[in-house]
């Protein structure tokens, strides 16, 4: 088949977030618009002739589509292998450990993450480097920049691919392998958990669980871990089959979007534990038996439990959050006197750490947790760690957590999110505080007296780069925070994030609600930034 050129004009709106590029689907339908991106990776990659791709997604609205375009320009470009997931599909950890198994230059991940997927919603492709984690800054940059030049793309006019049959075969002399997307991804989590212990727990009935796959990637692995390898009965599962739209539901693993299981964890009918994964099988929601597990915490009780997991026996060489994520972790290091990084938001700021084996567990407050056995955070792994706390500690989920508390004290912690902020308001929201921050160091709020206030920039200790303009943070003397960002995952408008932190040391006092602990702050919030009254908004669309 012969390579065919096709002329092509730019498209102004292809510059990539912190997770790859997330439009609406009828965006991706435009004459070209897949197409334009893809061939500006390829464009700006290396000596990719001859080289391995790996290609997957979560399996939502225009996947297998997109996967045969995708197909047809990168066997145009000269790659010499494909390795697709079965049906397109392809959870993004699992992504991650197929390219670093297999030695691939990289791969394509299509997914809008937690985002709703359906043919009025959203659609999202990234590139994953060849360590299996997503492409730093320096990379996206230049994906964009060639995004706004381009005037042609290859293909081949060609047969779709069979995706559902599992096997190879050679098209134009490429090898395109069609492989199971959960055993490798299976086979690895058996190299890092006691299943063993966790078989016996689970089949005593010491451990009940449900997990909430959402409709969403995680509930072929979830079936074939959870039921086939470990026992659980197959009604430990609910919404296990994947589906194109998500069952119309949001696939964010929350309180609020996992009502579902929520409604049952916090009724007298919860087994031991609860979980949830969300769109592309990369966060996970922590629940116990009436109660609920904030992110920040996990990444905390993971690190200061870590050694009761066969694969980190040996210890932790360091850990990381991002800037947001509360500082319950860092006390943690403290205690076991290993480092602790604070990045940027954006899972591939961890990347250059674990690379360099500066850190073994990393995690950020959206409900994402992960280590060095991949790139990517990765959410069955997460219900898989905390199993397997529970098997080895022969606690309850709530029992760990006051335990944790009890040694460390309490980082009480809430997020609220105001989704779909019309933008000129959210960068007027954001101009604002960045004109108010030289005002406040050293003032007084009542109680809160302000320590530092700032815009924070990160340089990376491996190779230097620096990344700017990544939230503005209000510190304060007792140890408090309130941090401001506005994130790049949505894809209408801004969604301005507004993080709340306060420090409790006083064991009387780590039950009360987190809300009613945090009230003062979020009057501060609202007085700094006064999203409320620009916006006319009563309130926060999300908290978490």
Request: with cysteine.
């Amino acid at each position: 088949m012969q390579v065919k050129i096709i002329t092509t004009q730019p498209y102004d709106d292809q510059n990539p977030g912190t997770s790859g590029l997330r439009k609406k689907v009828k965006t991706f339908q435009k004459p070209g618009y897949l197409e334009n991106f893809v061939q500006s990776i390829f464009d700006s990659l290396e000596d990719i002739n001859g080289k391995t791709l790996v290609l997957g997604g979560d399996g939502r609205y225009f996947n297998r589509q997109a996967i045969q375009i995708i197909i047809q320009i990168a066997i145009a470009n000269g790659f010499g292998e494909l390795i697709i997931g079965q049906g397109g599909l392809l959870s993004t950890p699992a992504a991650s450990h197929i390219i670093r198994k297999n030695n691939a230059y990289g791969g394509l991940v299509l997914s809008a993450s937690h985002n709703p997927g359906g043919p009025d919603e959203d659609f999202g492709i990234k590139y994953n480097v060849s360590n299996g984690g997503p492409a730093p800054e320096k990379y996206t940059d230049e994906f964009y920049k060639r995004s706004q030049s381009i005037a042609s793309y290859k293909t081949l006019d060609m047969a779709d691919i069979d995706l559902d049959r599992i096997g190879s075969q050679t098209v134009n002399n490429v090898s395109i392998t069609v492989i199971d997307p959960v055993s490798d991804y299976a086979e690895l989590m058996e190299s890092i958990f006691d299943f063993g212990l966790l078989k016996n727990s689970i089949s005593s009935g010491y451990i009940t669980l449900l997990f909430d796959a959402m409709h969403a990637i995680t509930g072929p692995y979830a079936k074939r871990i959870l039921v086939d390898m470990l026992g659980a009965s197959p009604e430990s599962l609910i919404n296990a089959v994947p589906l194109e739209d998500f069952g119309g539901h949001h696939p964010d693993p929350n309180l609020a979007h996992a009502h579902e299981l929520a409604e049952v964890m916090f009724s007298s009918l919860a087994p031991t534990f609860g979980a949830a994964s969300d769109g592309d099988g990369d966060r996970n929601m922590i629940t116990g038996n009436n109660i609920f597990v904030t992110p920040s915490d996990s990444l905390a009780i993971m690190a200061a439990n870590a050694q009761l997991i066969p694969a980190y026996a040996k210890g932790l060489s360091g850990v990381a959050r991002s800037m947001p994520t509360s500082q319950a972790v860092d006390r943690v290091a403290a205690r076991l006197n290993i480092p602790c990084y604070e990045t940027p938001t954006g899972w591939k700021f961890f990347g250059n750490l674990l690379d360099a084996g500066k850190i073994t567990l990393c995690g950020e407050e959206s409900f994402g947790t992960g280590s060095d056995h991949i790139r990517e955070k990765d959410g069955l792994w997460a219900v898989l760690f905390w199993l397997n706390l529970i098997a080895a500690k022969h606690q309850s989920v709530a029992d760990i957590v006051h335990e944790h508390w009890r040694i460390f004290g309490r980082n009480i912690y809430c997020r609220h999110d105001y989704e779909a902020v019309e933008s000129g308001i959210a960068n007027e929201l954001i101009t604002h505080l960045r004109k108010l921050l030289p005002t406040l160091a050293g003032q007084s709020f009542g109680d809160y007296a302000v320590k530092y206030a700032d815009e924070f920039s990160y340089e990376d200790s491996v190779d230097n780069s620096i990344s700017k303009n990544q939230g503005i943070r209000i510190g304060f003397e007792n140890g408090s925070r309130i941090v401001f960002r506005l994130s790049g995952t949505g894809t209408v408008g801004a969604t301005l994030r507004i993080y709340l932190e306060k420090f409790e040391p006083d064991s009387s006092l780590h039950n009360q609600d987190a809300q009613v602990a945090l009230a003062k702050l979020a009057e501060l919030a609202e007085q700094f930034c006064e999203i409320k009254k620009r916006t006319g908004r009563a309130g926060a669309d999300v908290v978490t």
